[in-house]
Each structure stands twice: as C-alpha cells, then as structure tokens.
C-alpha cells in the first residue's frame, strides 16, 4: 500500500468487471477503437460509446471523463483518462493520465477498482504499464506528516490489467521507483527545522542496514583532515554542522563507478548575503537534489541493479551566523583550487565543488551532479525543464533519453571555453558568481572546475523543476521528486 493505492497486476483476458465499486479506463483518441478488446459488459461500453459521441475533447492527456453507472443497488464508477491523440500516444501521457485518474478515484472513495488499457492488450507494451503504475501512485501522494488530523484516503484496491506477461515482475519495479519518488518528495517537503545535515545522514544510515548499500559520513572534523575547505566555509555560519555523505552500491562485477552528486542544502538562507523574506520558506527544498540521489541509490539497490553507483550528498546549512564566511572571503578546495567567494548565496556550487572532487577521489569514471542550483534556470527555462551544463555530449544523451522513458525534460544550455572567463577571479582562481548573465551555465561550469581530468560530466540544475506550484498529472504540489526517476532509469541502462 502506497498512498491509499495497492496495484496488482491481472490478466486481461480473465478481467472480472464485477464486484467493483471503479473502473478506471486509458484511452487515447486511436485507442477507442480497440476498447472492445476488453470484453467489458455491454452495458459499460455502450455507456462509454454513446459519451465518447458527444466528447470528443475527452481524449486530451490528464483529461478525466467520470461516468457513474447503476449496478443494482450499488454505484460503478468509471473514471476514464485522455491519453492524447495520435503519436501522443506515449508512455509519458499514460503516466500524467494515471496521475489524473488516481486523484479522481480517489475523490470518489473507489475501494475496489480494475485499470485496464487497449494499449495494454498488446504485449510489447510494457513501458506503458510501468508508466500508468508509476502514475498512479504519484498522483495519488499527499503530504501530511505534520497535520494534526490527516485526512485518510480510502485504501483502494486496483487491479491493473494487461496481456504483459511480465507484468507482474514490471508492476513490482514500478512500484519500487513511485516509493523511491515519494522518499525523496518527504525529504523535500519536510521543512528546515526538522531536515539538517545530520538528519539526512541517518536517513542514508537507514537505507544501508536494510539494503545492499556501504555507507560512509564525514562529519566536519574528517572534512578539514581532508582539506574540504569550500563545503566547510558554507557549513560555517550554522549550528548544525556539514556531513558529506557517500553511499555505495556495487552491483556488477567490474564495470566503472558512476557517480550521482546532490547539493543538500537543509536550508539556504542565503548566509550573509542574505535572501528577502519573500519566499525564503521555500528553500527548505534546497536540498532536492540529494533527496533525488538518496531515493534513487534505495531503488536502486532494492532492485538490485547491475550497475555500480556512488551517491554524494553535499549536505550543509546555509546560515548567517556569527561564524558565517563573509562576501570577499577566500577558501581553499579540496582540490586546492582558491574560491573567491563573492555571494555567499552562491552556495551550492562550493558544496559541489568538494563533493564531485571527493567522488573522482573515490574513483569514479562518470560523475553527474544534481542541484536546485539557480534561480536564473526557471528564467532560461522555466518549471517544467532541468537545464544540463556538461564536458560530455554522449553522457548528456544518454541522460535525456533516461529522462525521457522518466516523463523528465532536461535541456543543454551552451557551455563555451569563453563562457569560463567569467569565473575567474582577479585574486584567486574561482569566483563563485558571476552575476546574473547565464547564471545557469557560469554556476555549471564553476562545478566543472572541480572535476577530476577527463572524466565526463554532466550538471543538471533542477531549481525550476524540483516543486511545483500546482498539482496536474502525476506531479502533486510541493516537492516533485524531480530527478528520482531519471536517475534510475539511467542506472538501469548502465
Ligand atoms: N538555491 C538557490 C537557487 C534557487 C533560487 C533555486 C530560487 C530555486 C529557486 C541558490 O543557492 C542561489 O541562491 N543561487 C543564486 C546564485 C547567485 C547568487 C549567483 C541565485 O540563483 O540567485
Ligand atoms: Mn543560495
Ligand atoms: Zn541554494
């Protein structure tokens, strides 16, 4: 059980339409044509015919049809999602879809329901089932821990069926990475006084004494022995002190490690730049990108992947207090590059700066870091797009392609030799901000500065896509999750 949901796989072709109180239906405008492949009762599909006559609006992705049907003295409802039309008939829009419908049948107070798809009758179709499964429970995640009353959804039963004959096997992956997304959107969704760095520490502790993950915390004693002195500088002006974490997950024999850095910034108040009031609250989610790194090494290692995967998390509060470093400040890297610290707002990319030099230490071949980094990313390219700053084009295809089988859109901004001049400091060797033109890109390549020679790397800046203001498809208000997904998918192509 996941939000009120339970999924299990069925047969189509043994489908049993009675003793249900929902029937949740995917159809795309194509896929109407194939809906007697389900052998519903007469009576249901006529329903849906003699609706789909007058509606033929009904098919738009997330778009949610509800028909309320007699059977005797009890209600069925039938909650039919828009799938799209023509090619946009894809996995994606069944995920969106299933977000949609889980929200509708769950207003319904459905207990017992059957989700079925023509598209499902097709056995090659399994991406779509994973996506609906995926949906479902996504759209159907709420955040409550701190509501003295919760309002309980109605658990509600769901079978799911298809003629996939792996569904069963499919349906339990699904499910394993919604969990994984939900993780990391309470981590997200939690706020700044209940999340610090060491909390997130515990949380990975957590995760290593039950699944197949090595775990290690460097707390900011073993951060000076090891010269981090960019991660520490930004740590400095909290009472809750730094910790970087690493979990490891060796799941093939010999192939490369790959490493997924995430800023953990607990809160970023800015320091003593500090920010204005003015919706400063919302950077309790300053530490997405860790949250999507540790939900991603569970799932991860509860699938039991073979692939071998480094998590990093960055974690540090941003505070001003009285030891806080100073705009103006020179600190002195890990790798022993010197910083210039110009914002102290320009936080994440000094946590980074140690923490990839840390994974390429570790050895890693390939390092990918994760960061609510800017805000000049949501002006490039808005909430719904990463944007991708990296040295590696074949890396940077790989990830899109992982966050397109996710629903996840990333963007590669140009990242130009020129482009670097602009970090360079007149006294040292970095400057940490280069004010706001192509902040995007110029907070990137800072990052880049630190990463071990000739290791491919990708920087993806989730400050536009790591919460949403609004709940639509499978995404809910507040924390997205965003980058969970893609992470896994791309470990799963390793
Ligand atoms: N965490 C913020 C970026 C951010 C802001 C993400 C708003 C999402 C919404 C980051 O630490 C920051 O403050 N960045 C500065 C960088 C600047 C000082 C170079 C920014 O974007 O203004
Ligand atoms: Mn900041
Ligand atoms: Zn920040």
Redesign the pocket.
């Known amino acids: 059980m996941l939000n009120g949901l339970d999924i299990k796989a069925g047969a189509v072709a043994t489908a049993s339409y009675n003793n249900i109180d929902g029937l949740c239906l995917f159809l795309c405008k194509e896929c109407l044509a194939g809906l007697p492949k389900l052998g519903l009762p007469e009576q249901i599909q006529a329903a849906i015919g003699a609706y789909a006559k007058r509606h033929g609006d009904m098919f738009a992705i997330g778009t949610i049809s509800e028909l309320v049907i007699p059977q005797g003295e009890s209600l069925l409802t039938v909650v039919i999602a828009g799938c799209g039309e023509g090619s946009e008939c894809k996995p994606v829009a069944f995920r969106k879809a299933a977000g949609e419908a889980a929200r509708a049948l769950g207003k319904a107070k459905v207990t017992q329901a059957v989700a079925a798809a023509p598209i499902l009758t097709n056995p090659k179709r399994g991406a779509y089932l994973e996506a609906i499964v995926e949906g479902l429970y996504l759209g159907a995640y709420s955040f409550d821990e701190f509501k003295s009353e919760a309002k309980k959804p109605t658990a509600c039963v769901v079978t799911l069926c298809s003629a996939i004959l792996e569904a069963e096997a499919l349906v339990a992956k699904a499910t394993v990475s919604a969990e994984a997304v939900c993780f990391t959107r309470d981590l997200v969704n939690r706020p700044g006084n209940v999340v610090n760095p060491k909390v997130m520490a515990e949380e990975a502790r957590k995760l290593a004494a039950t699944l197949p993950l090595e775990v290690e915390v460097l707390d900011e004693v073993q951060m000076a022995e090891r010269k981090m002195g960019a991660i520490l500088a930004v740590g400095q002006g909290s009472v809750n002190p730094p910790r970087l974490i690493t979990l490891k997950y060796h799941g093939a024999e010999d192939a490369p490690y790959v490493a997924y850095v995430g800023k953990g910034?607990t809160f970023?108040s800015?320091g003593i730049?500090i920010?204005p009031d003015d919706g400063m609250g919302?950077?309790k989610d300053?530490m997405s990108g860790a949250g999507a790194v540790l939900g991603a090494m569970k799932a991860i290692a509860s699938l039991g992947l073979k692939c071998n995967v480094l998590g990093i998390l960055a974690c540090a509060e941003?505070m001003p207090g009285g030891k806080a470093q100073r705009p103006g400040d020179i600190v002195r890297a890990a790798n022993g590059k010197t910083i210039e610290v110009i914002?102290t707002?320009?936080?994440?990319r000094m946590v980074l700066a140690d923490a990839v030099d840390y994974a390429c230490k570790l050895g890693a071949k390939k390092v990918i870091d994760i960061a609510?980094?800017?805000?000049?990313v949501?002006i490039a390219l808005g909430k719904e797009t990463s944007g991708i700053v990296a040295n590696d084009d074949e890396l940077v295809e790989q990830i899109k392609k992982a966050g397109k089988f996710a629903g996840e859109n990333f963007w590669q901004l140009p990242s130009l030799p020129e482009c670097k001049e602009a970090i360079k400091s007149d006294v040292a060797d970095l400057l940490n901000?280069?004010?706001r033109p192509g902040?995007c890109i110029t907070?990137g390549l800072f990052i880049g500065e630190f990463v071990g020679k000739d290791i491919p790397w990708a920087h993806l800046d989730i400050?536009?896509t790591?919460t949403a203001t609004k709940s639509s498809g499978h995404k809910v208000k507040g924390g997205t999750g965003f980058g969970t997904l893609t992470l896994i998918k791309l470990a799963e192509a390793l």
């Open positions: 910034i970023d800015g730049s920010k919302e950077m300053d941003n914002s707002d320009a936080e994440g609510t980094l800017t805000g000049a949501i901000s280069a004010g902040g907070g400050g536009g790591s």
